[in-house]
Structure formats: structure tokens, C-alpha cells
């Protein structure tokens, strides 16, 4: 079975994101990254043998935490088990946006003479 399908919902507009995290070898996941990143809706570990060697928390497991209590517990799990807090992933998306800002402002910086910014 492709790691698509073992991240597409049967139902269609349905997603669940299934209980607990789904587990991937690291050749899996370099093989697969792609679904991972685009189809996973639930967190996943990544093992080389028999020993846990990454995590991987997808976007969409984090942001329907509150609405959904399956996303919410396999989102604790994870960061339980990465050894982090929730609030060390809202540190983190806070400094990604601010460098994000930055990077922008900067771009438009270098704009040439005369020239419109892009909207």
C-alpha cells in the first residue's frame, strides 16, 4: 500500500486522524517524503531499526488539536515523547513568522527605483 493511502481517509471530506502516531523506517520516510509532508494527518515516528530517531508533527495535527481529541492526544503524545511543550511550538512558529516578516521587508528593500511592490 502506497503511504498515500495509508493517509487518505475512505470517507470523502473526512479525515481522521487515526489513533496514535504512525511509525516509518527512515528509508520509508526519505522514499515517501513528499506524502508525508502532503497527506499525513497524524504524527509520525520515524525508527531506524528499533530505535525512535525523529518525529515528525504535521501542520494539520497541530491545528486541529482543539476541535479534535484524537489530534490533541496524539499531539501530546508526540511532543511528550520529543520531550517538548505546546508552548515550545508556539515559541517556535512566533520566531519563524518574525524572521519571515524580516525576510519580506528585506526583499522589498532591494526593490528598484520607481518600481511598485507586489502584492
Not at 17 to 38: D, K, M, T, W
Request: charged share 30%; hydrophobic share 35%.
Amino acid at each position: 500500500m502506497s503511504r498515500r493511502k495509508l493517509f487518505e481517509s475512505q470517507q470523502p471530506g473526512v479525515q481522521p486522524i487515526g489513533p496514535g502516531p504512525a511509525y516509518v523506517s527512515v528509508e520509508g520516510l526519505r522514499q515517501h517524503l513528499a506524502e508525508f509532508l502532503l497527506y499525513s494527518a497524524r504524527p509520525v515516528v520515524i525508527m531506524r531499526g528499533r530505535s525512535e530517531v525523529g518525529y515528525f508533527l504535521p501542520a494539520r495535527c497541530w491545528r486541529e488539536r482543539d476541535d479534535d481529541p484524537d489530534a490533541a492526544d496524539a499531539t501530546r503524545e508526540l511532543l511528550d515523547a520529543a520531550g517538548f511543550q505546546a508552548e515550545d511550538i508556539e515559541r517556535a512558529e512566533q520566531m519563524y513568522n518574525q524572521m519571515r516578516e524580516r525576510t519580506v521587508r528585506h526583499r522589498g528593500s532591494r526593490a528598484l527605483p520607481g518600481a511598485t511592490p507586489a502584492t
